[in-house]
C-alpha cells in the first residue's frame, strides 16, 4: 500500500492537509509527521510546506518530496534535504490565474491612475483623466514558466506590448522573447512595468537592484510576486525618493511578515500584501499530487521535478 508522510508549518495545517489527502485516495495512507520521537514510517512519499528538518533524518526511505508550493527556495535551503533526494513542485495548480489577477490588478491601477482618482474622491474632487495609451505602458515579465507565461499571455490580449525574460528562449505569440544575461539591459530598458516571477536562486537573489531598476522606462513600476530575497529595498526606496520610479505593489518582503516599522507600509508610492498573490488551493494541489504520485507507482515519469543544480 503507497505510505505517505504529510508536514506542513504547522500541527493544525499538517491535519488539515493529511485529511484531504486521504479523502481523495482512500486506498493510500497518509501519516501526519508526529516528530523524530514516534517511530520513522519508512514512508517512500513526503509531502511538504516548509517541513522540520528532522523528517529527512528521521525518514530516510524517502523516493520523493512533493512541495506544496510552487517556489522551492526554502525547501532547497535545508541542509538535511538529501542532495539526490527529487523534488517535486506544484506546477500552477491553480495558481497562475490569480498571480494573473494580481499583475492585471497592479498594471491596470497604476496605468489608468485608479490610484489618482483614489485621491481624488478623498477630497470629493471630480477630475477625469485622458484616456491612456496602452504603447506608453510596456511591460516585462522575468520569469516565463507556470505563472509568468499566463500573465504575459493575459496581458498581452489585453493590448500591453509585453516582452518575456528566461533562461532558454521561450517563444509566444505577441510577446517580444528575451533572453539570459545577454538579454537583461534590452529587456529592462524597453520596459515600464516590470514584473518578476522568477524563482529565487544563487542567479536571481538581488536582481532587481538599482542598477537594474534604474535601466527602465521612466515612470517606470515594479510588481514583485516572486521572493522578497530578489529585491534590494533600500535601492527599490532610492528610487522612489529620487522619482526614476513611481511606485510599486510588492507582495513578498525579505522578513515576512513585513515588520510594522518598515518604510514600505507608510508610503503613498508603495502597496503592500501579505504573500496572496497566488495561494496554494487545496483541492488542486492535492489532485496534482496524488496524480503524480499514482504516475511514480506505475513507472511514468512526472513533470514538475526541480533540478537541483540550477535551483528551480
Ligand atoms: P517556473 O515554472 O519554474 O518558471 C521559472 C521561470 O524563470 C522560467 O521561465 C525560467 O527560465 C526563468 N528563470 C529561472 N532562472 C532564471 C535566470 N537566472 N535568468 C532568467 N530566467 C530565469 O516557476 P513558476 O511556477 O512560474 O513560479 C515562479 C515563482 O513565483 C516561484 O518560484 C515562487 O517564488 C513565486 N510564487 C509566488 C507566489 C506568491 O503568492 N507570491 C505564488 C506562487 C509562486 P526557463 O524557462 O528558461 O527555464
Ligand atoms: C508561494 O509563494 C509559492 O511558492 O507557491
Known amino acids: 500500500m503507497v505510505k505517505a508522510v504529510v508536514a506542513a508549518q504547522s500541527a493544525d495545517n499538517t491535519q488539515r492537509w493529511r485529511e484531504a489527502f486521504q479523502r481523495a485516495w482512500p486506498e493510500a495512507q497518509f501519516h501526519a509527521w508526529a516528530g523524530r520521537g514516534s517511530p520513522s514510517l519508512d514512508a517512500p512519499y513526503a ?15 524517502l523516493k520523493a518530496v512533493f512541495n506544496l508550493g510552487a517556489g522551492v527556495d526554502s ?13 517535486v513542485r506544484l506546477e500552477d495548480a491553480g495558481m497562475a490565474a490569480q498571480m494573473t489577477e494580481y499583475v492585471v490588478y497592479g498594471l491596470v491601477r497604476a496605468s489608468r491612475g485608479f490610484d489618482r482618482y483614489e485621491a481624488a474622491q478623498g477630497n470629493a474632487r471630480w477630475r477625469q483623466l485622458p484616456a491612456i495609451c496602452r504603447d506608453d505602458w510596456p511591460v ?18 489585453l493590448g500591453y506590448p509585453v516582452a518575456g525574460w528566461s533562461r532558454s528562449a521561450r517563444r509566444m505569440a505577441g510577446v517580444e ?11 529592462l530598458s524597453r520596459t ?18 538599482y542598477r537594474n531598476l534604474s535601466r527602465l522606462l521612466a515612470g517606470g513600476y515594479l510588481i514583485n510576486v516572486a521572493r522578497g530575497q530578489h529585491l534590494v529595498e533600500d535601492d527599490l526606496l532610492t528610487l522612489l525618493d529620487e522619482g526614476r520610479i513611481a511606485g510599486a505593489m510588492l507582495d513578498v518582503f525579505r522578513s515576512e511578515p513585513l ?14 500584501t501579505p504573500h496572496v498573490a497566488a495561494i496554494t488551493l487545496q483541492s488542486a494541489a492535492v489532485a496534482q499530487v496524488v496524480g503524480k504520485i499514482r504516475d511514480l507507482e506505475r513507472g511514468v515519469a512526472v513533470s514538475g521535478v526541480v533540478d537541483r543544480d540550477s535551483g528551480y
Open 47 to 61: 509531502i511538504v510546506w516548509r517541513p522540520p528538518a528532522e523528517l529527512f533524518l528521521h525518514e530516510t526511505a
Open 75 to 87: 525547501l532547497l535551503q535545508m541542509p538535511e534535504l538529501p542532495p539526490s533526494l527529487p523534488v
Open 140 to 157: 516585462g515579465v522575468m520569469g516565463m514558466g507556470a505563472m509568468g507565461a499566463e500573465v504575459a499571455r493575459v496581458v498581452a490580449r
Open 177 to 187: 522573447n528575451h533572453v539570459g544575461q545577454a538579454g537583461l539591459a534590452a529587456f
Open 192 to 209: 515600464r512595468v516590470l514584473v518578476n516571477l522568477l524563482p529565487l536562486t544563487p542567479d536571481t537573489e538581488n536582481i532587481l537592484n
Open 259 to 272: 515588520p510594522s516599522d518598515h518604510p514600505f507600509w507608510h508610503r503613498r508610492d508603495v502597496i503592500v
